[in-house]
C-alpha cells in the first residue's frame, strides 16, 4: 500500500445526467446516491440548485430524508454575474440556501471563453472567480473550482488559465479540478500540463476528465501520478457525448494498480453490484465490455485460455474479479477445449474431473453445434441442458407429437394477418394434450400454444416470463434459404433468475420453437419439479 491518497467526487447526478436518453426523476437521484455513498466516494455532486427546479427539490430532500455514512453533498453552480456582486447574485444565493457543505463553481479559465462566451474582460473574469470564491469560504462552506476548458485554454494562453486558478486560490478555494471539457486531451500532455500548474499554484490539484478522444480513465490516471490529489467522474462513464471518465475505473485502477486509498470502506468489493444497480434505475442497460464490473470483464472463451487457468487463473486475468464483486466466467464456445467445458461444468454446479470421455463427447457436440449457427457463450442455459443430456440428468417434462403455425390474411388487406397454432403432445401421466394459441404473430402464436398446453401439469409454467427476443440470421448471402439463429431471455417473476437459450433453424419459427421449448424446460430444472410425462 502506497501512502497517496486520492479525493473521489461522483458528478453522475449532474453531468452523468446530461447523457442523451438519461432523464433522472428526482426519485431516480434519490435512490442512486445513498449507492454512490455505499460506493465510498467522497463526495457526490447533486445538481445545480436554483437553476434546474428538480435539482432545488431534490436538494431540499436529501437533507430530511437520507443520511449518508461515506460522502458529502456537493452544489454546483456558477461565479456571480458581471456587473454584480457575488451577495446580490440569486444563483449564488441558491447555492448557499441548498445547505450543501460543498460548493462546486464552474468558471471561465479560456480566456477565449471568457470574451466570447461571457463577454467579459480576462479582468472582470478572474474578479468573478476570486469574488465569488471568497463570499462562499467566508459562509462557511468548502469551494471547489472548476476550472472549465483548462487545457484547451492552457495550450492557448497558460498565463491566463494559470491565473484563473490563482483567482480561485486567492479567494480560499480548497481544490483546484482542471477539466478536459473538450475530451480531446491524451495522457502525456495532461500529466506534462498539470506537473506545470502543480508548480504554480500552492492549492491542491483535481481532475475533471470527458472521454471524446476514448481516454477519460488514462487522462485520469496521469494527472493522479503528475500530482492531483482529487479525481471527478461518473458511474459507469455517464455523460454527454461520449461520457465523462468512468469512476469504477479510475478508483478501481488507483486502488488495485497503485495502492491508493480512493474509496471510503470497502465499497470496491461492491461495485459491480452497485454499477449493475445503478444501470437498472437509469434504464441503461449495463455494458458487457465495461472494464473491472461489465459481465464480459473476467470472460474467457478460447481453450489455450481455459488450460492455463485450470491451473492458475491469475495467468489470464489482470486481476482477481472478487475485488470489485465481479466473477470470472468461462465461455463455451467452438473455441472452447476440454478444459473449458471442465470449468464451464464446474461454475454451473457438475464436478466432471476425470471423465476424460465425457468431457470429448461434449466438447465434439458444442464445436459441432456451434459450426451450425449456435451459440452457447450467450446461452448457458442451452449449454447447461446439452450438459445435463450427456449426463443423463435431463428429465423428459413432456413428449412432443407434432406442432404446426399458420398465418392467414383478410382478403385485399395483407397487413391483417391472424396467426395460429396447434399443438399435440403428451405430458401429465401420458395425457394427450391438443392446445390452440393465437397470437399477433407466428412465434407468439406458437408460445401462448405451448403454454396453454403445459401450464394444466406444470403451472409453474405461469411465472415464467419471456423479456428479450433476438434473431439473427446466420448467412445473409443464401437470401431467404438463410439459416436463423434466435436468442430468448426468460425471467422467473417470483424469484428474479434470468436465464437465456438458443434455438437455430432454417427459418425463424423453428429457431424459436427450439429456444422456447428450451427455456421452459431449464425453468422447470432450475425449481426441481418433478416430471408428469
Not at 292 to 304: D, Q, T
Not at 360 to 387: C, I, M, P, Q, W
Not at 398 to 420: I, K, L
Amino acid at each position: 500500500m502506497s501512502d497517496l491518497t486520492v479525493e473521489v467526487y461522483d458528478t453522475t447526478l449532474r453531468d452523468g445526467a446530461q447523457q442523451e436518453g438519461m432523464n433522472l426523476s428526482v426519485a431516480d437521484k434519490m435512490a442512486i446516491a445513498p449507492l454512490l455513498d455505499e460506493l465510498g466516494v467522497g463526495i457526490i455532486e447533486g445538481g445545480w440548485p436554483g437553476a434546474v427546479p428538480k435539482d432545488t427539490e431534490f436538494f431540499a430532500l436529501v437533507h430530511k430524508e437520507l443520511t449518508f455514512k461515506n460522502a458529502q453533498f456537493a452544489a454546483f453552480g456558477m461565479t456571480r454575474r458581471a456587473g454584480s456582486t457575488a451577495a446580490a447574485d440569486p444563483q449564488v444565493r441558491a447555492l448557499l440556501d441548498s445547505e450543501a457543505p460543498i460548493i462546486t463553481l464552474v468558471a471561465k479559465s479560456d480566456i477565449r471563453h471568457a470574451e466570447r462566451a461571457l463577454r467579459v474582460s480576462g479582468d472582470e473574469n478572474l474578479a468573478m472567480i476570486e469574488e465569488t470564491v471568497s463570499f462562499l469560504a467566508g459562509e462557511g462552506r468548502r469551494v471547489i473550482l472548476d476550472a472549465e476548458h483548462f487545457f484547451d485554454g492552457y495550450r492557448f494562453d497558460p498565463e491566463y488559465a494559470v491565473r484563473a486558478l490563482l483567482a480561485a486560490e486567492a479567494g480560499g478555494a480548497s481544490t483546484l479540478c482542471l477539466c478536459d471539457t473538450n475530451g480531446g486531451m491524451l495522457p502525456d500532455g495532461v500529466a506534462e500540463i498539470v506537473a506545470a500548474v502543480a508548480s504554480r499554484v500552492g492549492t491542491p490539484l483535481g481532475m475533471h476528465a470527458h472521454n471524446d478522444s476514448g481516454c477519460a480513465v488514462a487522462n485520469s490516471m496521469a494527472a493522479v501520478a503528475a500530482g492531483a490529489r482529487h479525481v471527478q467522474g461518473c458511474v459507469n462513464g455517464y455523460g454527454e457525448r461520449t461520457g465523462n471518465a468512468d469512476l469504477v475505473a479510475v478508483v478501481a485502477n488507483l486502488e488495485i494498480k497503485r495502492g491508493a486509498v480512493a474509496l471510503r470502506g470497502n465499497g470496491l468489493a461492491e461495485a459491480t453490484r452497485i454499477s449493475h444497480a445503478i444501470s437498472e434505475i437509469t434504464n441503461i442497460a449495463p455494458y458487457a465490455r465495461q472494464p473491472y464490473v461489465g459481465a464480459s470483464a473476467f470472460a474467457h472463451k478460447a481453450g489455450l485460455h481455459a488450460s492455463a487457468i485450470k491451473v492458475d487463473p491469475d495467468l489470464y486475468q489482470h486481476t482477481q474479479p472478487e475485488f470489485v464483486g465481479n466473477d470470472m466466467r468461462m465461455l463455451v464456445s467452438e473455441m472452447a477445449g476440454r478444459a473449458s467445458i471442465e470449468l464451464k461444468g464446474k461454475e454451473l454446479g457438475f464436478d466432471l474431473s476425470g471423465q476424460a470421455d465425457l468431457l470429448g463427447r461434449v466438447t465434439e457436440r458444442v464445436k459441432n453445434a456451434e459450426a451450425s449457427g449456435y451459440t452457447y457463450d450467450a446461452a448457458d442455459a442451452s449449454f447447461e441442458l446439452l450438459l445435463r443430456s450427456e449426463l443423463g440428468q435431463s428429465p423428459a417434462y413432456w413428449d412432443v407429437e407434432s406442432w404446426r403455425v399458420r398465418v392467414s390474411s383478410a382478403p385485399g388487406n395483407p397487413r391483417d394477418a391472424d396467426a395460429e397454432s396447434v399443438i399435440k403432445l403428451h405430458a401429465g401421466g401420458g395425457e394427450r394434450v391438443i392446445t390452440v394459441g393465437e397470437g399477433n404473430g407466428p412465434v407468439n402464436a406458437l408460445d401462448h400454444a405451448l403454454r396453454t398446453a403445459l401450464v394444466r401439469v406444470y403451472p409453474e409454467i405461469s411465472r415464467f416470463e419471456l423479456v428479450d427476443f433476438k434473431v439473427r440470421i446466420m448467412d445473409a448471402s443464401h437470401g431467404t434459404d438463410a439459416v436463423t439463429r434466435v436468442l430468448i431471455t426468460t425471467v422467473d417473476s417470483e424469484t428474479g433468475l434470468a436465464w437465456r437459450t438458443v434455438g437455430v433453424g432454417p427459418n425463424i419459427i423453428e429457431a424459436s420453437w427450439e429456444a422456447l421449448t428450451d427455456a421452459l424446460h431449464y425453468g422447470l430444472l432450475k425449481l426441481d419439479v418433478t416430471p408428469k410425462p
